[in-house]
């Protein structure tokens, strides 16, 4: 089945120790966003690709790095975790012109001990 | 005011019950509605999906939008509790760099 895979599950990290957390897809979508959320919060978009144009949010920490190396992959880079950074990241594609439709990974639990 | 207004919850209900979940919203450029289910420890997956005013029926489920007063709701009908998971409203203005605001997601509980 076509799929958004994220890794790892769970990320067990010191605080300040850089992580990077992974996100691949099979279904050949154009679009792919990194989103945070916190526990009974909305998820909270990070930054987005249209293929390989990168769209930060506004208020996302310069903490916060995200690469993209090919249609199917992209890497969030968290250079610095603080303990505020623990949370669920979701990894999400979708078709350009999919409006609202986004097809999420499973997530990766991130603690900052 | 925020964007989107949901419900907090938790809200428990027993099974065959109907449920109600609904959620507000300020910005009348709001096209997109959708309602997006999250079981514990997974992402979220499209349940509903309406463009504008209206309803839209998909089997146990019933989603309105009243863009008229800004509210929209999901309905779920004869609740099972395999339906026990959160529920999130999300909305986008049209467009092709528009996002999605979500609400901050309602958890339901069905009692067997």
């Known amino acids: 089945d076509a799929m958004v895979i994220q890794n790892p599950r769970y990320q067990v990290t010191q605080f300040g120790k850089p992580v990077t957390l992974s996100c691949s897809q099979t279904l050949n979508h154009n679009v792919m966003y990194w989103y945070q959320q916190k526990s009974s919060q909305a998820p909270k978009l990070l930054f987005h690709?249209?293929?390989?144009?990168?769209?930060n949010e506004a208020d996302t920490p310069d903490n916060f790095q995200s690469r993209r190396p090919n249609t199917s992959f992209c890497f969030l880079d968290i250079r610095s975790p603080g303990l505020g950074d623990a949370a669920m990241y979701l990894c999400?594609?979708?078709?350009?012109?999919?409006?609202?439709?986004?097809?999420f990974g499973s997530g990766t639990q991130l603690s900052v001990l | 005011q925020k964007e989107v207004e949901q419900d907090p919850g938790p809200l428990s209900v027993p099974e065959g019950a109907i449920v109600s979940l609904n959620c507000t919203y300020s910005?009348?450029?709001?096209?997109?509605f959708m309602w997006y289910r999250q079981y514990s420890r997974k992402g979220p997956e499209l349940l509903m999906y309406t463009y504008s005013s209206g309803n839209k029926e998909d089997g146990r489920f019933t989603a309105q939008v009243d863009k008229s007063s800004k509210y929209i709701s999901l309905f779920i009908r004869d609740s099972q509790p395999s339906d026990s998971a959160t529920y999130l409203c999300?909305?986008?203005?049209?467009?092709?760099?528009?996002?999605?605001?979500f609400g901050k997601g309602i958890t339901l509980s069905v009692r067997p």
């Open positions: 999400a594609t979708s078709r350009q012109g999919g409006v609202g439709k986004l097809f």
């Open positions: 690709y249209y293929d390989k144009d990168f769209n």
């Open positions: 910005n009348s450029a709001f096209q997109y």
């Open positions: 999300a909305m986008s203005a049209t467009g092709a760099n528009s996002k999605l605001t």
